[in-house]
């Protein structure tokens, strides 16, 4: 029984003259698991989004072909009408959040389909059941970790208990554990007899439940085939396709279960209060160890959330020429403490140094930050006017930003995309243009949280090499991460996180 039909399906975002989908013919049967991957921007995300009703009735652009869901025509039946068939989970999970609190969240949907109140809160209950997140069914969605608010974003799809589920990029956001256990939940739903249409980068555990491999490429359905074509290194060169057999680093850094302390390379700093000090020049050579030169110190920083959730007596330094993983389990604290670096949080307790530093520089030449959620810092009409914004306050010349902004726009691959609009861009395209963005500002300290989000394997590879360059300059990279791949080839430091406290801080041979 066939559960979704695309037939000739075409599609072209407004003001485009290229189709991001071309001719797209897909069946997908009832209790089949389909693994959808490919490059990024290769039109996996609006493909989604057609399947949906999202693509016509939400975003316009000019359509043509059909598209049919457990007999439904999208093109005569609203987002509404097809929600109860077919659940999605977007990539950026904030989009969907139609409330304040988890469990509210989870019961929007029932309440819409007007079920009684004993079936609302049995379906609330086994679907944050479902996702391991029943302790946090009071709190607010917007006070979670990214990651946290992935599961929230598939137990309310869950809540619905539709026949067909499609997930756009779950795993982006989530932990090592916390990947593990969401395939757990789409096997035991699989199992159920649900149909499930995965998209995704990351291929290691989807590569276990896949009925079908579909790969994409320029708008295009390219290669079809069982799950084993993954293992073909051509096709994942080709295809921009990681390597699900890959070895990685220690799965237990980037999990909530350390118990052990080993502060390697841990300087005892005073405490003091205030944010983004200096330090005074009798005192630079406490900016120095090991004959490197201290760019950031992190003296005994303390903050807490009105959740309970806290970051307790954090100290640690960054130096030049150092690329820094921050890694952890989802809620361990690792954006908390981006932030209270980047001087969007102030901390009770500590202070953030720069070391070695002009008073009078910039903030933004000291430090600079990438957020998760790219859509909270893009706001400029296009790529390279995204990439040059704030340059000459900066103090460089026009011919420095043309230089460096074409520069940066060559090595990022991002030279087709350069008029493009910022928010036109798929959600890998979309990273790297802010990505670009902080690099050509130059900071001393440059901070990514989550950069390879919607990345494919080509893409993440171009920013490890990136990074490297940036190391090679001097500036010191931070970069927060559940990606075990990029941490492994991008960093030489590993500052792992457990419950808002550092557990381990090693060098990396």
Same mark, same amino acid.
């Given at each position: 029984m066939t559960e979704v039909t695309v037939s000739n399906l075409t599609y072209r975002y407004p003001h485009t003259k290229k189709p991001v989908l071309n001719r797209i013919n897909l069946q997908v049967n009832k209790g089949e698991f389909v693994f959808i991957t490919g490059k990024s921007g290769c039109g996996k995300s609006t493909l989604a989004r057609t399947l949906n009703g999202t693509i016509p009735h939400? =975003?316009?652009?000019? +359509?043509?072909?059909?598209?049919?869901?457990k007999g439904k025509n999208t093109l005569d039946h609203q987002v509404s009408e097809i929600a109860p068939d077919l659940g999605f989970i977007f990539q950026n999970p904030e989009s969907q959040f139609f409330t304040l609190r988890v469990e509210d969240e989870v019961a929007f949907g029932p309440e819409n389909l007007g079920l009684n109140q004993d079936e609302i809160h049995e379906r609330v209950f086994r679907s944050l059941e479902y996702v391991n997140m029943s302790d946090f069914r009071k709190r607010n969605v917007?006070?979670?970790?990214?990651? #946290?608010?992935?599961?929230?974003?598939?137990a309310a799809n869950l809540a619905l208990n539709p026949d067909v589920l499609v997930l756009d990029e779950p795993t982006s956001n989530l932990d090592p554990q916390g990947a593990g256990e969401l395939f757990q939940i789409l096997e035991k739903l699989k199992n159920e007899g649900k149909t499930i249409i995965l998209i995704d980068h990351r291929t290691r555990y989807a590569r276990k439940l896949a009925d079908?491999?579909?790969? +994409?490429?320029?708008?295009?359905?390219? #290669?079809?085939?069982?799950?084993?074509?993954?293992?073909?290194?051509?096709?994942?060169? /080709?295809?921009?396709?990681?390597?699900? /057999? =890959?070895?990685?680093? /220690?799965?237990? #850094?980037?999990?909530?279960k350390h118990s052990n302390k080993d502060y390697n390379g841990r300087l005892t700093l005073s405490n003091t209060s205030g944010i983004f000090n200096h330090t005074k020049k009798d005192k630079q050579t406490t900016c120095n160890h090991e004959n490197h030169n201290a760019v950031l110190e992190v003296e005994n920083i303390s903050f807490s959330y009105g959740n309970g959730f806290s970051i307790n007596d954090m100290s640690f330094s960054i130096f030049q020429n150092e690329v820094v993983g921050i890694v952890g389990g989802n809620g361990s604290g690792k954006t908390t403490l981006a932030n209270i670096m980047a001087g969007l949080l102030k901390p009770s307790h500590g202070i953030i140094k720069f070391c070695n530093v002009s008073s009078k520089l910039p903030t933004a030449k000291k430090i600079g930050m990438v957020l998760q959620n790219p859509d909270h810092q893009l706001f400029m009409s296009s790529v390279?006017?995204?990439?040059?914004?704030?340059?000459?306050?900066?103090?460089?010349?026009?011919?420095?930003?043309?230089?460096?902004? /074409?520069?940066?726009?060559?090595? +990022?691959?991002?030279?087709?995309?350069?008029?493009?609009?910022?928010?036109?861009?798929s959600g890998g395209e979309k990273q790297r243009t802010l990505i670009s963005a902080l690099i050509a500002r130059k900071p001393q300290v440059l901070i990514l949280d989550e950069p390879t989000t919607g990345m494919d394997n080509y893409h993440m590879n171009q920013l490890v090499s990136e990074v490297k360059k940036l190391e090679k300059t001097g500036m010191a990279v931070i970069l927060i991460s559940h990606d075990e791949e990029f941490i492994k080839k991008s960093v030489n430091r590993i500052i792992s996180i457990s419950k808002g406290e550092i557990v381990e801080d090693k060098v990396i041979s």
């Open positions: 939400i =975003l316009e652009g000019e +359509m043509d072909g059909t598209v049919m869901v917007f006070q979670l970790s990214e990651g #946290q608010k992935q599961r929230v974003a598939i079908r491999l579909i790969i +994409m490429d320029d708008g295009k359905i390219i #290669q079809e085939g069982g799950p084993e074509l993954l293992d073909d290194p051509v096709i994942r060169e /080709n295809y921009g396709i990681r390597n699900p /057999n =890959l070895q990685l680093v /220690n799965r237990s #850094q980037f999990t909530n390279y006017t995204e990439l040059s914004f704030g340059l000459p306050e900066l103090g460089f010349t026009s011919s420095e930003i043309g230089k460096m902004v /074409n520069d940066v726009i060559d090595s +990022m691959n991002l030279k087709k995309l350069k008029e493009r609009h910022p928010h036109s861009l």
